[in-house]
C-alpha cells in the first residue's frame, strides 16, 4: 500500500549510491519539476537561430490526459470560478505559453541585454532609481555617509546604477565608493538592482546557451512567475538562507542573483535531482562563491530538529501536483495514478512547512510556494500549519507584490473553494477587491491570455520573536 513516507522517500529521498529509478518513482521525479529551464521550448539542439533571432515557431500541441483534465475541470472550476475557463485554454495551448531571461550578474551580458532588447523583450523588475535609492536608506545610516551616498548616486558615474557587492576594481585598488561604505554600517542593507529578468508580451522562444566548462552561462530560461518566492522572501546580503527543496536551481539562482547571502544552504535529497541541481549552481555561479553555496543532502522535514533556529530566511518550493506537467500525462493509466497520490501531497508538504518553520530564527521569514492551483495544496497546508505553529504569522502579499506587479501576472483576488465565484481581478488600489484581501495566507498566479504565467502560489510567514 502506497504511503506518504514512500512517497516522499521516490520523489526526494536520501541516499548513498544513486540506483535505478522504478517507472513509478521516474514519472514521480519528473512530475514536480516546476518550471524551469527544463521546460523551455527550445531549438533543436539548443542552437541559435539565424542572426540570434528569437522565434515564434509553433510546435505540435500535445493531446491532454483526459483523467486529468476531467479532474482539474471538476475542481478548479469551484476553485477560480470564472478565471479557470481561460486558465484552461491556456494550459491546453503550449503554444501560447511565455518564458522569462533571467540575467547573471557574474559574468558579461551586455551583448545578450542588447539582443533582448532589439527583439521586444523588455524588464519586468523595473530598477530603482536615485530618489527610492536614498529613501530605503536615509533612515539607516549617519547624516555624513547619506549625504556621501547622495552625492555618489547623483553623479554621472553611477547613472542609478549601483556596483554589485561583490564586484572588485583594478587588483591592488583599495579605494571604497560611498555605496561601499554604506555596507559598513550596522544593521542596513542597500537594496541594489541586480535581479534582472526579461520577458516578451508575446509567446517567442530565446535561444538557449549549452554547457560550456569553465564558462558561465549568460541567462537562465524559466516561468518568470516563479521570481514571486523570491521576490517575497527579500533576502539581504550577509543573511543565512536556506531554499529546502532546491532542485533543479532555479529560485537558488534567483536568490544569489537579488544578494550575496553569508550561506546559501540548496537541500535536495534525492541524488538524481541534487546532480542537476549542482550543475546547475556550477554553470551559474563562480567559484569564488563555493564557500557561500553549498548544497546538502538531508530530508527536508529534518531541518527543523537538526538546524532549528539557524537561518534568516527560508524558502519551501514545496514538490506538488505540476499543472502544466500532469495534463500532459502519457497515458490515461498513469494519470489516474498521479491523482490517487496527489491527495497524499498536502501532508508532505505541511510537514516541510512546519520543519522550515523551526529552522528559521525568531524574527525570520519563510516563503511556501507551489505550481499548482490547487487550494488543498496552497491555502490549506499553510492554515493547517498556522494552526499548529503559535509562533508563525502570515504576512500580507496583495499590496507589496499583487498590485505593482498586476501589469505582467493575474492573481485570484478571491477565497478558494467553497462554491463561490472569485472576483474579477482588478488590482488598482482603490477597488473594493483589494481591501478584502487583507491578511490572506497567500496569492496565486493563475495562467490568463496574453499573462500566461503561472501558475505559482506563494506564502510568506514570520516566525514571531
Not at 91 to 102: A, I, K
Not at 207 to 226: E, M
Amino acid at each position: 500500500m502506497f504511503s506518504v513516507q514512500r512517497f516522499y522517500r521516490d520523489r526526494r529521498t536520501i541516499s548513498l549510491k544513486p540506483e535505478k529509478l522504478t517507472p513509478t518513482a521516474s514519472w514521480l521525479l519528473r512530475s514536480c519539476y516546476c518550471h524551469s529551464g527544463r521546460d523551455v521550448v527550445l531549438q533543436p539542439g539548443g542552437q541559435k537561430t539565424p542572426n540570434n533571432q528569437v522565434t515564434k515557431r509553433h510546435k505540435k500541441v500535445r493531446p491532454p490526459c483526459q483523467p486529468v483534465l476531467d479532474h482539474f475541470d471538476q475542481q478548479y472550476s469551484q476553485e477560480l470560478g470564472d478565471l479557470w475557463t481561460s486558465a484552461r485554454s491556456v494550459l491546453l495551448d503550449s503554444n501560447t505559453w511565455q518564458y522569462g531571461v533571467m540575467l547573471n550578474r557574474f559574468t558579461a551580458v551586455t551583448g545578450v541585454t542588447q539582443l533582448l532588447q532589439s527583439q521586444g523583450f523588455s524588464r519586468f523588475l523595473p530598477q530603482k532609481d536615485v530618489s527610492q535609492l536614498l529613501c530605503d536608506v536615509r533612515s539607516s545610516v549617519s547624516s555624513s555617509t547619506y549625504q556621501a551616498a547622495k552625492d555618489y548616486l547623483s553623479s554621472p558615474h553611477c547613472n542609478s546604477k549601483c556596483p554589485p557587492v561583490d564586484s572588485c576594481p583594478q587588483p591592488g585598488c583599495t579605494t571604497r565608493s560611498p555605496i561601499q561604505e554604506l555596507d559598513s554600517e550596522p544593521l542596513l542593507t542597500l537594496p541594489r538592482p541586480k535581479l534582472q529578468c526579461y520577458i516578451h508580451p508575446y509567446p517567442v522562444r530565446f535561444p538557449s546557451q549549452a554547457h560550456r566548462p569553465g564558462q558561465l552561462k549568460q541567462y537562465y530560461l524559466l516561468n518568470a512567475a516563479s521570481l514571486l518566492p523570491v521576490l517575497a522572501l527579500q533576502v539581504r546580503d550577509g543573511e543565512k538562507v536556506l531554499d529546502l527543496c532546491s532542485a533543479p536551481g532555479g529560485k537558488a539562482l534567483a536568490i544569489m542573483q537579488y544578494a550575496t547571502p553569508a550561506l546559501l544552504c540548496c537541500n535536495e535529497p534525492d541524488p538524481h535531482r541534487r546532480d542537476w541541481l549542482a550543475k546547475t549552481l556550477e554553470s551559474f555561479l563562480p567559484h569564488s562563491l563555493n564557500s557561500r553555496v553549498i548544497v546538502s543532502s538531508q530530508d527536508g522535514r529534518c531541518f527543523g530538529i537538526s538546524e532549528a533556529m539557524t537561518y534568516d530566511k527560508v524558502l519551501v518550493d514545496a514538490p506538488c501536483s505540476n499543472d502544466r506537467s500532469w495534463l500532459y500525462t502519457s497515458n490515461s493509466q498513469q494519470g489516474e495514478q498521479r491523482l490517487k497520490e496527489r491527495a497524499k501531497l498536502p501532508v508532505l508538504q505541511a510537514q516541510l512547512l512546519r520543519s522550515a518553520l523551526s529552522a528559521v530564527r525568531p524574527g525570520g521569514v519563510v516563503v511556501y510556494s507551489t505550481c499548482t492551483l490547487s487550494s488543498s495544496e496552497n491555502y490549506a497546508v499553510v492554515e493547517t500549519v498556522l494552526n499548529d505553529f503559535p509562533e508563525a504569522e502570515p504576512e500580507d502579499l496583495w499590496e507589496e507584490i499583487a498590485i505593482p506587479l498586476s501589469k505582467y501576472f493575474t492573481f485570484s483576488p478571491a477565497h478558494p473553494g467553497h462554491g463561490q465565484t472569485p472576483l474579477k481581478p482588478s488590482l488598482q488600489p482603490q477597488d473594493s477587491s483589494v481591501s478584502s484581501n487583507h491578511h490572506r495566507p497567500g496569492i496565486l498566479v493563475v495562467p490568463q491570455p496574453g499573462k500566461t504565467w503561472g501558475p505559482m502560489f506563494l506564502s510568506r510567514i514570520r516566525r514571531r520573536k
